[in-house]
């Protein structure tokens, strides 16, 4: 086996281009990948986080929305016994105005039944008046004088 000096040639040349391969291929390349790797990581990492603060957002908002809801069925609750309060005030109001128009009604009947009873007696007392001049002035016997007393009485009622 003889070595010559070609095949230490074709080793060198070899040789220096693994180092010119490594040093301005590979190790460039190596680089580029690792801060690929690192940007993808990075990019992954941030993902991640984005998700968790998403996750945390809608915890947040769906408690806000829970709070809402229950402050809305407050709101209701309060509108709905104040427009109870507000109907059965209006219905007391409502009986004591009743109320009211049915004692001035009351009143004005009564009124009007005490002129009615003034008019029945100041009538009473004519036609009793006027009965009792007839009477003296006829001095008639008792059947005249009751026949004379209804005539005057059924007379005088017919006017008034």
């Known amino acids: 086996m003889s070595i010559d000096l070609t095949f230490i040639g074709q080793i060198v040349v070899f040789l220096t281009l693994v180092y010119l391969m490594r040093k301005h291929l590979y190790g460039p390349m190596s680089e580029l990948m690792e801060a690929r790797a690192q940007k993808i990581a990075d990019g992954l990492a941030a993902a991640d986080a984005g998700m968790e603060a998403r996750a945390k957002a809608e915890a947040e908002i769906a408690e806000q929305m829970k709070e809402a809801r229950a402050r809305a069925a407050d709101i209701l609750a309060s509108a709905e016994k104040r427009a109870a309060e507000i109907g059965e005030e209006a219905v007391l109001r409502a009986r004591s105005d009743a109320e009211g128009i049915i004692d001035a009604a009351r009143e004005e009947v009564n009124a009007e039944l005490g002129r009615a009873r003034q008019i029945l007696r100041e009538e009473v007392a004519d036609i009793a ?19 004379l007393i209804d005539g005057i009485v059924s007379t005088g009622f017919g006017n008034a």
Do not use: G, P
């Open 129 to 147: 008046m006027l009965a009792a001049e007839r009477v003296v002035e006829a001095e008639l016997d008792a059947k005249r004088h009751a026949k």
